[in-house]
C-alpha cells in the first residue's frame, strides 16, 4: 500500500485555502505534545484503565513526550522508514498513544486494527496495508493475541516485526518494554511526517456496508476539534471517551489531549459500572459515547448512584439518540446532552450546541460546524449540480431547488460533506485501491447517511442508504426505532429488513425485552401514537438477549439479519 498513500494526497489549492483560514497548520499534533511538555511537563495528559492490573495509570505531557520520542527510536532502529505502515491492535491502555505519536515522529503510518477484528479480518488488514510492523498484547481478553500473530506472520512477507505489549518470550516478538517506558537508544535519525502527509490509516466500522480503510493526516485530524461544544469553556476539564483509541473517536481524543491540554480518560473495560466510578473518581466534565452505551450507563447509574456533579456535558456519538434516552441521560448522568454526528471519514462535524432547548438533541443533530460545508440531495439523486450549503449558526441555504421547500415537505436527503476535516482519501480493503479522494467531486463525499431538516435551520438524521428498508417507499429506521422503545417492556430495538411473501422487503423488529412483544399490539401502538403509514409497522418481532455490538457499540446489523435468516 505504501505505492499508493505515495499518490494519497490534498490539492495544493485546498490546502492553500485551509492555511488562510486558520484550520490547517504547518505543525503536527506531535509538535502540539512537544509544546505542551515544554510548558506545562507536570501536568495529566492522560489516564488509562487497566482492568488485568486493576489500576489506574496517569502519563504527564513529560512523561507521554519522553516515552514517544524513546518509542520512535526504537522503530527506526527495527528498520522502519518513511512512509511504512506499523498496525497497532492493542487495549486503550497507555502504551497505544505511545505508540500513535512515535510512529508520527518515526515518519510511519499508524494503523490502528479494532479488537473486534478475528484473526481472518486481522490477516486480511495486515496484508493490504503491507505492514512492516504490528504491535499487540500477549494476551487480552482470553485470547492469545501474541501466539496469534506469531501463526500468521509466515504468510504475511512484509511482516518485519511483532511488538508484543507483555510477555514476548514465548512467541519470539519484541518486547520494547525499556523503549516504551521511556529509555532511549541510539537510532538513525529519521525524518518525521509533516502535517499534510497520510499518518493514519483507520478502518470504517463496517456495521452497514462495507468497510474500508480511510487515510487521514494530522490537519485533517486535527481540523474538526473546534467544534460548538468549545463554548463550554475548558478551565478544570478531564475528558473521557468510552470509543477505543483505536477507532477514529478515541484518536481524536488523543488530540483533543495534545492541542487542548485537556486530560483525558480512557479504559480498557467495557463495564458500565467501572466507567461510572471511573468518572465519578477522576472528575470527568465532558463524556463522549454512543447512545447505546449511554442506555448501560443510565442503567447503572440508576442501580447505584455515583457523584457525577462535576459532569458539564454529555456527547452521544455514533448513532441516533432516542428522546426517551434523552430524558434518562438528562435524569441521571448530566443535563446538558449534545447529540453529535460524525463518521470515521470525517470529524464530528455536525452537532446541537449547549445553547438548544433540552430536548432538542433527540430530534436534531444540529447544525454543522463552522469548518464544515454540507450539500443535501434527494435521496436517489446522484447528479452533484444540485447543494445546499450550510455553515454553523446559519439556516442552510439552497442553491438549486433543494432547500425551502424540501424542509416544508419533511423531504429525506441524501447527505453530502466538505471540508478540512474530511479524509484525504478511502481505500479498498482488499486491494488498497483508492475508492474516493478529493479530487473526486470537487472534494464532496457522499456519507451515505440520509437527514431532512429540523424545522430550526439544522438537520435530523433519517437513517443510512445501506440500512434503507422498504422498496416500494422509504421508512425511516431511526423514526421507528425510537417509537419502539416507547412499547411497554422494550429496552432497545433495531429495525432489520425482511422479505415478505410476495418478494417485497419489509420492516422487520429485532428487540430487547423482557417477554415476546405480541406484533398486533406492537403495531397498533405505533399506529395509534405516531400515525405511521402502513409500511412503516414491523411484520415480524424477535426477541433477543443482546445485540452483536462493534466496540464503538454500534449495532453490527448484517449479523443480526443473518441470524435471523437462519433462524426462521
Avoid at 537 to 563: N, S, Y
Amino acid at each position: 500500500m505504501t505505492g499508493a498513500l505515495d499518490a494519497v494526497g490534498p490539492a495544493p489549492e485546498a490546502a492553500r485555502r485551509y492555511r488562510e483560514q486558520g484550520w490547517w497548520r504547518d505543525t503536527t499534533f506531535s509538535d502540539s505534545l512537544r509544546c505542551a511538555a515544554r510548558q506545562e511537563p507536570k501536568s495529566t495528559a492522560l489516564l488509562t484503565w487497566r482492568r488485568r492490573e486493576n489500576r489506574l495509570v496517569r502519563l504527564s505531557f513529560a512523561e507521554l513526550d519522553l516515552r514517544a520520542d524513546a518509542v520512535a527510536e526504537a522503530l527506526r532502529g527495527l528498520g522502519v522508514r518513511r512512509g511504512e505502515v506499523v498496525a497497532c491492535r492493542l487495549p486503550s491502555w497507555w502504551e497505544t498513544a505511545v505508540l500513535m505519536v512515535a510512529c508520527l515522529r518515526a515518519g510511519a503510518v499508524v494503523a490502528p486494527l479494532p479488537l473486534l477484528f478475528g484473526p481472518y479480518e486481522t490477516e486480511r488488514a495486515l496484508a493490504t496495508t503491507g505492514a512492516v510492523a504490528c504491535a499487540v498484547p500477549d494476551e487480552w481478553g482470553g485470547v492469545p493475541h501474541a501466539r496469534v500473530l506469531a501463526e500468521q506472520a509466515s504468510r504475511l512477507p512484509r511482516l518485519r516485526h511483532r511488538i508484543i505489549i507483555g510477555d514476548a518470550s514465548d512467541t519470539g516478538g519484541v518486547s520494547l518494554r525499556a523503549s516504551f517506558n521511556g529509555e532511549r537508544v541510539a537510532a538513525e535519525r529519521g525524518e518525521p511526517l509533516g502535517p499534510d502527509a497520510v499518518c493514519a490509516l483507520l478502518f470504517s466500522s463496517g456495521t452497514t456496508g462495507r468497510s474500508h480503510i480511510v487515510a487521514h493526516s494530522s490537519n485533517t485530524l486535527l481540523a474538526g476539534l473546534d467544534d460548538r461544544a468549545q463554548t463550554l469553556g475548558s478551565d478544570g476539564r478531564v475528558c473521557a471517551t468510552t470509543g477505543g483509541l483505536n477507532y477514529s473517536s478515541g484518536l481524536r481524543q488523543l488530540m483533543r489531549i495534545l492541542e487542548l491540554r485537556v486530560p483525558a480518560l480512557y479504559s480498557d473495560c467495557r463495564d458500565p459500572g467501572r466507567w461510572l466510578d471511573l468518572i465519578a473518581d477522576t472528575g470527568v466534565t465532558d463524556v463522549r459515547t454512543s447512545p447505546r452505551k449511554l442506555r448501560t450507563l443510565t442503567d447503572e447509574q440508576r442501580r447505584r448512584p455515583r457523584d457525577l456533579s462535576r459532569l458539564r456535558v454529555v456527547h452521544s456519538l455514533a448513532g441516533p439518540l432516542p428522546p426517551v434516552l434523552l430524558t434518562a441521560v438528562q435524569e441521571t448522568l448530566c443535563p446538558v446532552v449534545l447529540n453529535t454526528w460524525g463518521m470515521t471519514e470525517t470529524s464530528s462535524l455536525i452537532s446541537t450546541g449547549p445553547a438548544d432547548p433540552a430536548h432538542w438533541a433527540g430530534h436534531s443533530i444540529g447544525l454543522p460546524h463552522i469548518c464544515a460545508q454540507t450539500r443535501l440531495l434527494p435521496e436517489t439523486e446522484t447528479d452533484a449540480e444540485t447543494q445546499t450549503k450550510a455553515s454553523a449558526g446559519s439556516r442552510p441555504r439552497a442553491e438549486a431547488g433543494v432547500g425551502a421547500a424540501a424542509e416544508r415537505s419533511g423531504e429525506v436527503l441524501r447527505l453530502w460533506v466538505r471540508g478540512p476535516q474530511v479524509c484525504l482519501a478511502t481505500l479498498d480493503r482488499d486491494t488498497g485501491r483508492v475508492l474516493w479522494s478529493p479530487a473526486h467531486d470537487d472534494g464532496w463525499l457522499d456519507t451515505g447517511d440520509l437527514v431532512s431538516h429540523d424545522g430550526s435551520g439544522g438537520l435530523r438524521f433519517v437513517g443510512r442508504v445501506a440500512e434503507r428498508i422498504g422498496d416500494r417507499w422509504l421508512i425511516p429506521v431511526a423514526d421507528v426505532e425510537h417509537a419502539l422503545l416507547t412499547y411497554p417492556g422494550i429496552r432497545d430495538a433495531v429495525l432489520v429488513p425482511w422479505t415478505d411473501p410476495d418478494g417485497h422487503e419489509v420492516p422487520c423488529a429485532i428487540v430487547i425485552s423482557t417477554t415476546l412483544p405480541h406484533l398486533p399490539a406492537l403495531r397498533a401502538h405505533l399506529r395509534a401514537r405516531y400515525g405511521f403509514h402502513e409500511s412503516y409497522l414491523p411484520v415480524r418481532v424477535a426477541r433477543v438477549d443482546a445485540f452483536p455490538l462493534t466496540e464503538l457499540g454500534k449495532v453490527r446489523r448484517r449479523v443480526l439479519a443473518d441470524r435471523l435468516r437462519t433462524t426462521q
